[in-house]
C-alpha cells in the first residue's frame, strides 16, 4: 500500500457551545472548502473557490470515505483486515463528540440550575481533557491499522489538533497500559502536518494575560500556557509539574519521532482573524505567533502562507493550505536551497590612509576576520534527490516544500 490512511484532528472549538457548533459538522472542517483570497500588494479580496482538503484529496489522490453512519462505529463492526484491498481512506478524530450536550437528552433543571449551566456552557468546557483525547486518538489509529491492514498512518492536524496529536506521540504511546507497553508513536504514524499548530503556546504581548491564561484559563484553554504543556508532553510529567529551565516545547524529542517527517504550515494574516490578534501581536495569524506555530527542531519541515488561522481567509480552507499538505505526503522529489556563508577579510590598509567606503564606513587596518568592517557573502546550494520510499529509509534533508 503505498498511500496511507490519513487520520484529521481538528482544532479548538471553546467552551461547550463551541464543542456542540462543532460537533454538528460530520467532518469537523475538514470538508470546509472557501471563495476567497487575498492578492496583490494591497491585499484586496478577489474570488477563488477551493473545494476544501478533503475533496480534493478525494479527487487527486483517490481517497475515499467510509462512514457507514459513524466511521468509528463502523471500524469496530467489522473485522481485522477487511479494509486491507481497498483504495485509500480519510478518516476524522471525533474527540469532541464526548464532550457534547447535544447528543443526550437535555436535564431537568430548575430554573436557576438551569439558567447556570448555559452561563457555564458559554465560558467553559467541562467534557474535554487533552491526554484523554489524545489517549483516544491512540486507541483509534490502532483501529484503523488493525482493519485496514497499513503500516502506518499520515497525520494531520489543525490547530490544538497537533498539540493532542503531539501528547499521543510523546506521552500517550510512551507509557504502559494496564502493565502492558504500548506501541511507540513513531511506529503508528509515517508523517505528521500540521496547519497553525500553538508548538511553542499561545503566548500574548500583556504579561498579565499570559497569568491569567496558565491559572485560569477559560473553556479549557490553560493547555496552551507554555509551562502547562510540559506535564502533557513529556513521558512521566503530570499536570501542573514545574518544566525544567532548559525545556522548551516546540522540540520533539528525535528519539520519540524522526523530525525529518513532520511539516509545520505557519499562518502569517493575522488581520483576517478575530479580536486575539490585538494581544497576540501582527507577527501571528491572529491567534499563534509565526514563530510558535513552527518547531525548532533542524530538520522539520515548514513553510510560510498567508492565511489566519481559521475562518474565511483560514489556512485549513486554502489551496495554499492543501498543495503544501499534497506536496508533503505524497512528494516524490524535493529541491533543497540552502545558503552557505563565507568570511571575506578586507585587506589591511595602513591606519593613517585609511579610506571610506561608499556608505561612509572607514575601513579598517584591523587584520581580523571578527572586525565589524570584516563582510559576509552568501552562495546558493542547490540540490535536487528523490523523495524516500514510505517507511523505509528517512527522508532526505530538510527542504521547504512551498515552491
Known amino acids: 500500500m503505498d498511500k496511507l490512511p490519513i487520520v484529521y484532528v481538528r482544532g479548538y472549538a471553546g467552551p461547550t457551545t463551541g464543542i456542540d457548533t462543532a460537533a454538528d459538522d460530520p467532518f469537523y472542517g475538514f470538508n470546509s472548502g472557501g471563495t476567497h483570497v487575498r492578492v496583490d500588494g494591497d491585499g484586496d479580496p478577489e474570488f477563488y473557490q477551493f473545494e476544501g482538503p478533503m475533496l480534493r484529496l478525494m479527487l487527486d489522490e483517490g481517497y475515499q470515505l467510509l462512514v457507514r453512519g459513524g466511521q468509528d462505529a463502523y471500524l469496530q463492526s467489522i473485522p481485522d483486515g477487511s479494509l486491507s484491498n481497498v483504495q485509500p481512506s480519510i ?3 471525533r474527540f469532541y463528540d464526548t464532550a457534547a450536550d447535544t447528543f443526550t437528552a437535555p436535564a431537568k433543571r430548575p430554573f436557576l440550575d438551569g ?33 485496514t491492514g497499513a503500516p502506518k498512518v499520515d497525520l494531520v492536524a489543525h490547530s490544538m489538533g497537533g498539540l493532542i496529536a503531539r501528547c499521543m506521540l510523546q506521552k500517550i504511546s510512551q507509557t504502559p497500559a494496564d502493565g502492558q507497553p504500548r506501541t511507540p508513536g513513531a511506529e503508528l504514524v509515517d508523517r505528521f502536518f500540521t496547519y497553525a499548530t500553538p508548538h511553542g503556546g499561545i503566548v500574548f504581548t500583556a504579561g498579565a494575560l ?19 504543556m510540559y506535564g502533557y508532553l513529556t513521558k512521566g510529567a503530570h499536570w501542573g509539574d514545574e518544566p525544567p529551565q532548559d525545556w522548551d516545547p516546540r522540540v520533539i524529542p528525535p528519539e520519540i519521532f524522526d523530525p525529518d517527517r513532520i511539516f509545520c504550515l505557519v499562518g502569517t494574516d493575522p488581520q483576517d482573524y478575530g479580536l486575539s490578534r490585538v494581544v497576540v501581536g501582527p507577527q501571528s495569524d491572529g491567534l499563534v505567533r509565526i514563530q510558535d506555530a513552527q518547531l525548532t527542531n533542524p530538520d522539520t519541515h515548514r513553510a510560510y502562507v498567508y492565511r489566519s488561522h481559521s475562518g474565511r481567509y483560514g489556512i485549513v480552507n486554502s489551496e495554499e493550505g492543501y498543495q503544501n499538505l499534497r506536496r508533503f505526503l505524497f ?21 593613517k590612509t585609511r579610506t571610506r567606503t561608499r556608505s561612509g564606513r572607514p575601513t579598517c587596518a584591523c587584520p581580523s576576520a571578527a572586525c565589524p568592517s570584516s563582510w559576509m557573502s ?13 517507511s523505509s529509509q528517512p527522508r532526505p534533508a530538510k527542504t521547504d516544500w512551498s515552491l
Open 91 to 93: 478518516w476524522v478524530y
Open 115 to 147: 439558567l447556570l449551566h448555559r452561563v457555564e456552557a458559554k465560558v467553559s468546557a467541562p467534557g474535554f481533557d487533552v491526554e484523554g483525547a489524545a489517549t483516544g486518538l491512540y486507541d483509534f489509529i490502532k483501529e484503523i491499522l488493525a482493519k
Open 331 to 351: 512528494g516524490r522529489f524535493q529541491l533543497a536551497i540552502r545558503l552557505g556563508w563565507t568570511s571575506l577579510r578586507r585587506v589591511p590598509t595602513p591606519p
Open 210 to 228: 499570559n497569568q491569567l491564561e496558565q491559572v485560569i484559563g477559560p473553556a479549557g484553554s490553560e493547555i496552551f500556557s507554555p509551562p502547562n
Open 378 to 390: 552568501i552562495w546558493p546550494l542547490i540540490t535536487a534527490r528523490s523523495s524516500s520510499p514510505r
